[in-house]
């Protein structure tokens, strides 16, 4: 490939590529190809969690949320699942000359809002301005640090055993869907809000509570698919889904219908994946349905190592299928 | 004003306006506030400095670096400034579709070699594609750490006296002439490079050797003139420069003269202004004459408690006159 495609950065098969061909090649180093998502790093007196995410989201507005409030949730909650405690947060944006000043504070004020809710501070930004047609609006960049201590221990994926459950803290596809009706001005009955929220809070209290908690992660762009075919290519176990269980909402799932689309590739912004040894199961669950972003949490899948390196589901028709990681682009400039 | 300009990202008057009327109005806290380079947060174990910079320079490459070189070089000095030792930096792309993928290659190979020169590991990214005509080719955020302890010492303004020493480590505007003859198609005699590269190392060498060192920045976008106006403001301190002894390239000088530009406000990326003890001025002078980047260093000028608050400037022919901060924009898409 010559030139950089859509593709590129869909979080799929071609994004993975471009990262391991041109940046692990020349940036690699041990911290880096461990692909996490925040990079656990020794400060001098201890590790910290670092991640950094840039947003591109369009529209700028849309049901449920901004791109104000995706960039501090979606750094929050990078660092949350790594089960770090995040901390501070820095803001790098660029923004297109002509770019109104009060949407510019309406953005501004909603970051206030989700950085208060997470209880992180804004430490450091930086404000760049490009011509007209430079740019579409508004990018931010979100870096942040979480600390780890006490509640927070460090998550990885090499605990992961057959017989593990595979939790999800609720319905799969709201911020894609919400964002791509906006963004083409479809309706499908009832309006569908992205589910955008700092995830911390309910992170902390299942770290808190359930020493069986292997990993989590959250299943932005790529979806669900994307982030357990993450997990699964390089060791002895697979992903066994049961498609039964998996909560969708059904406007979701009827847009998914119409437009063609799974929502198991669907971005979502508040949800997070949690694998657990068995035992602490169902009170993951009953912690997550009384928080706030978690009332249709479901276990909906389990580890094995019948199907290693696979993420598989069984459908509802009892089919068994494999659940592959998309090679494209489904939804551009969704986060 | 209810549009955004070419002025707010000029990192003069009106930049420093919407960071307090907006940045600061909704996210501000006590670190925010403090406005230096990086952020110094207590990450549990101790302070770190954290800081961030979206780069948007146009051309992405220009004689004697590229957007990628100027990424990695922009944080670590912003770190190094502080008094911190850069040590992991985040880089995350925005890319428009239809990028070339061999550019894409020779800018991450550029960021290796000056992470690799600065001593730096790159432990997190993240790749964002847009549209045609919704970014013009590339824009790179870097967010990076850097640590304290031993000669790395806590640098700030408060310190400062009258009395003090401003030295500058070499010729100033080399970096915004490079880049601007380079997308006007403009020719000055001999081709003049940017001066982008990483300071950390000779910044630890002073210091090591210097306990008389109050404060350090980079003068990078808004040039030297800024700078030093972001220093004296709240402050009953205010700096008095001699003319004579700033150093300019010949070649820099005739293509300001040409273009109507003043070299104390364009911008450098491999330039410290070091604020010392008279006590260590010609020590500091000559460790960094005899480094790779500082060979043109040069004292420049005296901190004053006969001027508070300003920046002055006495001329090749005896004028004193004020060097106020630029309200608006001078050259865009510098960095």
Known sequence: MDKITMAHGSGGKITHSLIKDVFFKHLGNDILERAEDSAVIDAGTGNIAFTTDSFVVKPLFFPGGDIGKIAVCGTVNDLAVTGADPKFITCGFIIEEGFSCSDLEKIVKSMAKSAKEAG???VAGDTKVVGRNEADGMFI???GIGVFGGKNRRLGSSDIKAGDKVIISG???DHGIA????RQGLEFGSEIASDCAPLNGVIGELMEGFAGIKFMRDPTRGGLATTLNEITPDSGIGIMLEEKNIPVLD??????ELLGLDPLYVANEGKIIVITSPADEAGIIKVLRNSKYGKNAACIGEVSSDIPGKVCIRTRYG????VDMLTAEQLPRIC
């Open 120 to 122: 992180v501070k804004i």
């Open 141 to 143: 960049n979100t870096s």
């Open 171 to 173: 319905t799969l596809g």
């Open 179 to 182: 964002v791509l009706s906006k």
């Open 251 to 256: 406007g979701v799932r009827g847009a998914c």
């Open 319 to 322: 089919v068994t299928r494999i």
